[in-house]
């Protein structure tokens, strides 16, 4: 299937690796042009890549600044950020809340905002949002992930509405457990404070998985690229998990 992504203009938020590094290897293999942002790393070879970090207030703006230097305005905009620390909601206090929102929403709403006007004049855009199954069943251990991603999924839903008639489509991806170094590092630490290894732990995830695997970054890779086509028109305002099953809800 041709996707119809040749001659679009793709930004990549959080794209030095792991699901963001996916979303745009293929977009770049379907012949979109894909500009990658993250705080370190490298981006595609041959590609613009854009290094900041989400975490500090003015890099939406310097993200900005560099794309319109280029001359392009994306038709597809990417929003995808690096997971908060993990914590219960007994003891995680509002300053912890402060910390993670420039990168985890504010950021997002920023570059939403600024090339939205664009998208709409074209009668083209699509905004993706990465967030994560915790919208559909809260992952103990990770408040902050589950609060702050739900609050931009509202965002985003609600946006989805105003936008439609345009020709922008605004989705969430909820990514299961995918083979990714974040899933890794969250696999170790349980183990620690269970005083397990961390392959019992991952052992233990998989048998939880009804496709009895975990998922591999290029599928949630490939997914992001259809919702991002011309193909995807009438599918806007939807949170489509990418889990193997595992999530016990429709």
Do not use: Y
Request: proline content about 6%; glycine content about 12%.
């Amino acid at each position: 299937m041709d996707l119809g992504l040749e001659g679009k203009t793709a930004l990549v938020l959080g794209a030095s690796k792991g699901l963001g590094r996916a979303i745009a290897e293929a977009l770049a293999a379907e012949g979109a042009g894909v500009i990658t942002v993250a705080r370190s790393g490298a981006g595609l070879p041959g590609r613009l890549h854009i290094h900041a970090d989400l975490d500090a207030p003015e890099a939406p703006q310097a993200i900005i600044d560099r794309v319109r230097a280029g001359g392009a305005s994306p038709d597809i905009l990417v929003l995808n950020a690096g997971g908060p620390p993990v914590g219960g909601a007994a003891s995680t206090t509002p300053a912890d809340f402060a910390a993670v929102l420039p990168r985890m929403f504010n950021a997002q709403l920023t570059l939403a905002q600024e090339f939205l006007p664009d998208m709409r004049a074209r009668g083209f855009g699509r905004v993706l949002a990465v967030a994560s199954t915790s919208l559909v069943t809260p992952i103990a251990g990770l408040v902050l992930s589950n609060a702050v991603r739900a609050m931009l999924a509202s965002w985003c839903k609600t946006l989805a509405n105003e936008v439609a008639a345009d020709g922008v489509t605004v989705n969430l991806l909820l990514p299961g457990q995918i083979a990714t170094d974040r899933l890794t590092s969250l696999h170790a630490g349980m183990a620690a404070a269970q005083e397990l290894e961390a392959a019992q732990v991952t052992a233990r995830s998989i048998a939880a998985i009804p496709a009895g695997r975990l998922g591999r970054p290029e599928e949630f890779g490939d997914i992001a690229a259809f919702l991002a086509s011309p193909r995807a028109s009438f599918i806007t305002g939807s949170a489509i998990k990418v889990d193997g099953g595992q999530t016990p809800t429709l």
